[in-house]
C-alpha cells in the first residue's frame, strides 16, 4: 500500500520567514496529494491540493510543488504569521475505485511555529 | 453552506464497552469516510461509504463497524472498547468520484474525542 513520509516533524521560524515542508509517497499511481492545517481542537481543513497533472498550485501565500519522477511534493507558506502555527499534514491517494476509495494515506505531520 | 457535524465531540467509556458516534456530510455529499487520529499512529483510514454502501476498508479489527443512511448520515460504532480505541475519531464527506478519476477533495468535520478507562 501507500506510505507517505513527512519531514520535518517539527519547524519552528521568524514572522515574516518562508517555511517548507517535504513529502514523499511510495505508490507511482498516487494521483491526488491534498495539504490539511489542523489547529487545536479541531479537525483538519485543507489548505491547498494538486492533482498529477500539473507541477505547481498557488493561492496567495500558499504553494505546492509536485514532482512525480522523484515521487515527492512540498508546501511552501510565504510571509509566516503568527496564525499559521498549526500542525501540517500532507496526504497521497491514487484514481478512484476498489480500495482506493475514500482513502487518504497521511504523512505523521509537521508542528510549524511561527515566533512574532 | 454548513461544513460536517459529529456528535458528540466528547465521550468517555470504560473498557468492554461500546460507543456510536454520528456524522452529518456537507449537503450534497454523499461520500463518507472514516480516520483514526492518534499521537502514535497519526491519521488512519477507517472505511468509507456511499449510498448506504460500504465501499473501502482499512486496516482494522472486525469491533470497528459502521453504517450510512439514505439521507448520507453516517454512524460508526467499536464494540468491546480497549485501552488503544482512545483517539481523535474524525469524518470527512464528499462528492463521490467517478471510478477511475481522480478523488474529490475530503472535508474534516471537529471530530470526537473518545476516551476509554
Known amino acids: 500500500g501507500e506510505n507517505v513520509e513527512q519531514h520535518p516533524s517539527t519547524l519552528s521560524v521568524q514572522e515574516g520567514d518562508s517555511a517548507v515542508i517535504k513529502c514523499t509517497y511510495s505508490?507511482?499511481?498516487?494521483?491526488?496529494f491534498p495539504w490539511y492545517k489542523q489547529e487545536l481542537g479541531k479537525g483538519p481543513q485543507l489548505i491547498i491540493d494538486?492533482?498529477?497533472?500539473?507541477g505547481e498550485k498557488k493561492d496567495q501565500r500558499i504553494a505546492v510543488t509536485l514532482n512525480k519522477t522523484a515521487k515527492h511534493f512540498s508546501l511552501h507558506i510565504t510571509e509566516t504569521q503568527p496564525e499559521d502555527s498549526a500542525v501540517y499534514f500532507c496526504a497521497a491517494t491514487r484514481r478512484a475505485g476498489g480500495t482506493s476509495y475514500g482513502k487518504l494515506t497521511f504523512g505523521q505531520g509537521t508542528i510549524l511555529t511561527v515566533h512574532p | 453552506k454548513a461544513g460536517v457535524t459529529q456528535t458528540p465531540r466528547y465521550l468517555i467509556k470504560t473498557r468492554g464497552q461500546q460507543v456510536t458516534l454520528s456524522c452529518s456530510p456537507i449537503s450534497g455529499h454523499r461520500s463518507v469516510s472514516w480516520y483514526q487520529q492518534t499521537p502514535g499512529q497519526g491519521l488512519q483510514f477507517l472505511f468509507e461509504?456511499?449510498?448506504?454502501?460500504?465501499?473501502n476498508k482499512g486496516n482494522f479489527p472486525g469491533r470497528f463497524s459502521g453504517r450510512q443512511f439514505s439521507n448520507s448520515r453516517s454512524e460508526m460504532n467499536v464494540s468491546t472498547l480497549e485501552l488503544g480505541d482512545s483517539a481523535l475519531y474524525l469524518c470527512?464527506?464528499?462528492?463521490?468520484?467517478?471510478?477511475?478519476?481522480?478523488?474529490?477533495?475530503?472535508?474534516f468535520g471537529p471530530g470526537t474525542r473518545l476516551l476509554v478507562l
Open positions: 494538486i492533482r498529477s497533472n500539473v
Open positions: 505508490d507511482s499511481a498516487s494521483n491526488y
Open positions: 461509504y456511499f449510498s448506504e454502501t460500504q465501499r
Open positions: 470527512a464527506s464528499s462528492h463521490s468520484p467517478l471510478a477511475g478519476g481522480f478523488q474529490e477533495t475530503q472535508y
